[in-house]
């Protein structure tokens, strides 16, 4: 069982808008600006896309970000796109745990 | 280009070791903090551990305390994970992540990631 917990699938088609949940509590998600959430694609190695809730690294598209709400981080990806479909995973700091993941989301892009 | 290539995963008895290596290159080795992160097959992604950027500072997964050691060598451009006494949900892709430069909690961002290398434990 995963710390933080996310949808395990979300969808949307082509040009849609998604938003994705990930739930902690006020010791991880709710009480530290860092949460992370990383794109995974089949086969592949993880990929950073949003870190310290809403900032994007260079070469990620301003499709994507980040928001927070009390416990619930969310990421929303914004004109959706066939490339989109993948896991993605988020991340908080969690004190002595010191980094904890959600169980991932599958986004199908219809 | 930042690179990490993991090397070192097999098929292992429980109970038997074995030694994870990551070789980084692209960036300044011996500047960053360094993790290893696993992912069950057909799971979800689980931190491992970490170790500072001079090696000074460990943390661990609690369930891997005293099996696992992890360990760097900044002439080398290398990450090691030393691990002990495995057990059947040790069974994983490892992965070697690069940690952002900054605070202990930016370290907590994985801004590059290795593509894994295969951990089995099974007898």
Redesign the interface.
């Known amino acids: 069982q995963s710390a933080l917990t996310q949808p395990p699938s979300a969808s949307g088609s082509p040009g849609q808008s998604v938003t994705i949940s990930c739930t902690g509590i006020s010791s991880d998600v709710g009480g530290y600006n860092y949460v992370s959430w990383y794109q995974q694609r089949p086969g592949k190695a993880p990929k950073l896309m949003i870190y310290e809730v809403s900032k994007r690294p260079s070469g990620v598209p301003d499709r994507f970000s980040g928001s927070r709400s009390g416990n619930t981080a969310s990421l929303t990806v914004s004109g959706l796109q066939a490339e989109d479909e993948a896991d993605y995973y988020c991340s908080s700091h969690a004190g002595s745990k010191n980094l904890v993941f959600g169980g991932g989301t599958k986004l199908t892009v219809l | 280009e930042v690179q990490l290539v993991e090397s070192g995963g097999v098929v292992v008895q429980p109970g038997g070791s074995l030694r994870l290596s990551c070789a980084a290159s692209g960036f300044t080795f011996g500047d960053y903090t360094m ?1 290893w ?1 696993r992912q069950g097959p057909g799971k ?4 491992v551990s ?1 170790v500072s950027w001079d090696g000074d500072t460990t ?1 661990y ?2 369930s891997v305390k005293g099996r696992f050691t992890i360990s760097r060598d900044n002439s080398k451009d290398s990450l090691y994970l030393q691990m002990n006494s495995l057990r059947t949900e040790d069974t994983a892709f490892y ?1 070697c ?1 690069k940690g ?1 430069r900054g605070t202990y ?2 370290m ?9 290398t295969l951990v089995t434990v099974s007898s």
């Open positions: 993790h992160v979800g992604l689980e931190w970490l943390y997964l609690d992965y992540a952002k909690y930016d907590l961002t994985l801004d590059y990631w290795g593509q894994g």
